[in-house]
């Protein structure tokens, strides 16, 4: 069974910085796509940033400059150090992977249960 776990995330002030991190295990054969989602009440799930095995990323217009995913694929982890934050930030973030996974080899793409980011003005 495969499953990213997030940790970090809370309450924060208008213009704190969080990082938030996920870390995926079971029987992975590599993970393609690793990345970050948001969803605030009432709005519709959006994506905050992905970046791939080779490194390349991509961001919301609304978080360049601001926000910086990084992973390190030896530990299949993913974090997102999120600064200058801002009340609109505030949102349920999800950590996503799109991988291979072994037995049988498949696609597949995860979701960890998302972890509660809050700013305050």
């Known amino acids: 069974q495969v499953q990213l776990v997030e940790s970090g995330g809370g309450s924060v002030q208008a213009g704190g910085s969080l990082r938030l991190s996920c870390a995926a295990s079971g029987s992975i054969f590599s993970i393609n796509v690793m990345g970050w989602y948001r969803q605030a009440p009432g709005k519709q799930r959006e994506l905050v940033a992905s970046?791939?095995?080779?490194?390349?990323?991509n961001y919301a217009d609304s978080v360049k400059g601001r926000f910086t995913i990084s992973r390190d694929n030896a530990k299949n982890t993913v974090a997102l150090q999120m600064n200058s934050l801002k009340p609109e930030d505030t949102a349920v973030y999800y950590c996503?992977?799109?991988?291979?996974?072994?037995?049988?080899?498949?696609?597949?793409?995860?979701w960890g249960l998302g972890t509660q980011v809050t700013v305050s003005s």
């Open positions: 970046i791939t095995k080779g490194g390349s990323t």
């Open positions: 996503n992977a799109k991988m291979l996974v072994a037995s049988p080899l498949r696609s597949l793409e995860v």
